[in-house]
C-alpha cells in the first residue's frame, strides 16, 4: 500500500469516527426542572384552585409529556381536572378511585421553545379545612424532535383549605368565585376508575427518534469496528513497505 493510499484511508476512518462522535453528542435534549404553579395557596372547602406544570427549559420546545399530580389528603383536596396544553395531538388522563391521583400523557405538542413553557394544567378541589401538598411527577418528558430531557428536579405546591365563613356559598374568602383558568378540551380524553389506588407511575413514552443515552444507538459498534478495520489497513500498508 502506497502513501497516498494509506493516508487517505486515515483520513476517511478519522471522518467516520468524528461524525459517530458529534452525533451521539446532539442526541440529549439537556437538563431541566418542572415545578407546579398554583394561582393561589389558599381556598376555601368547595372552592377550585388551578395549578400549572411549568417546564423550566424548554430550548427545543415540549412535544411529549407523561406527568402525575398528586393531593397528599384526599380528605382535604381533590383533583377534578388534569389537561395539557392544546396543541397537543393525543392526550390520555388517567385517575384513581379517590380522585387524589391523576396521570397524564400527550403527544405532537407544539410548544415555544423558551426558557420556561406551561405544558399542562391541573384543577384542584377544597373538600374541607386542612394543608395538603400537591404533588408531581415526570414519568417522561420529550423535545418536538422526539428527545428526551433529563428531568433533574420535580417541585411541588403546597395548599390550605379553610371553612367557608358565614354567608360565603363556596367561593374564595371573602364570598367572591375564585378566578380559575379553563384548560381547552383535550381531544381524546379518559378517565379509568380502578377498584384500588394504582401507583403514581404512568405509562413511558417512547418515540422513534428518542434517545435517552449520550450517543445515538448503532454509533458506538460502528465506532469500535471502524477503528480496528483503519487498524488493520495501516498495519499490512507498513508491512507491504
Do not use: K
Not at 494509506?6 to 458529534?22: E, Q, S
Not at 442526541?27 to 384552585?49: C, F, N, Y
Request: glycine residues 12%; charged residues 10%.
Amino acid at each position: 500500500m502506497n502513501a497516498t493510499i494509506r493516508w487517505g484511508v486515515v483520513l476517511v476512518c478519522t471522518a467516520i469516527v468524528v461524525v459517530a462522535g458529534v452525533s451521539g453528542a446532539a442526541a440529549g435534549a439537556g437538563d431541566t426542572g418542572v415545578v407546579l404553579t398554583s394561582a393561589t395557596g389558599e381556598i376555601t372547602a368547595g372552592s377550585t384552585t388551578t395549578v400549572e406544570i411549568v417546564v423550566g427549559n424548554a430550548s427545543g420546545g415540549v412535544g411529549a409529556v407523561n406527568a402525575t399530580v398528586t393531593v397528599s389528603n384526599g380528605s382535604v383536596a381533590t383533583i377534578t381536572d388534569v389537561s395539557l396544553d392544546e396543541s397537543a395531538n393525543t392526550v390520555d388522563v388517567r385517575t384513581n378511585a379517590a380522585n387524589t391521583s391523576a396521570t397524564v400523557t400527550g403527544y405532537g405538542l407544539d410548544t415555544n421553545d423558551s426558557e420556561a413553557v406551561v405544558v399542562g394544567t391541573a384543577t384542584v378541589r377544597g373538600e374541607s379545612a386542612g394543608d395538603a401538598d400537591v404533588g408531581l411527577q415526570l414519568n417522561a418528558l420529550g423535545d418536538e424532535s422526539g428527545i428526551e430531557y433529563t428531568v433533574s428536579s420535580t417541585v411541588g405546591a403546597d395548599l390550605s383549605v379553610s371553612e367557608p365563613s358565614d354567608g360565603d356559598t363556596g367561593g374564595s374568602d371573602g364570598g367572591t368565585t375564585p378566578t380559575t383558568t379553563t384548560a381547552p378540551e383535550s381531544p381524546t380524553t379518559t378517565t379509568d376508575q380502578p377498584t384500588s389506588t394504582p401507583t403514581t407511575t404512568g405509562p413511558r413514552i417512547t418515540t422513534a427518534t428518542a434517545t435517552t443515552g449520550s450517543q445515538a444507538p448503532g454509533f458506538a459498534p460502528l465506532t469500535t469496528v471502524t477503528a480496528l478495520l483503519c487498524a488493520a489497513l495501516l498495519l499490512l500498508g507498513r508491512a507491504s513497505t
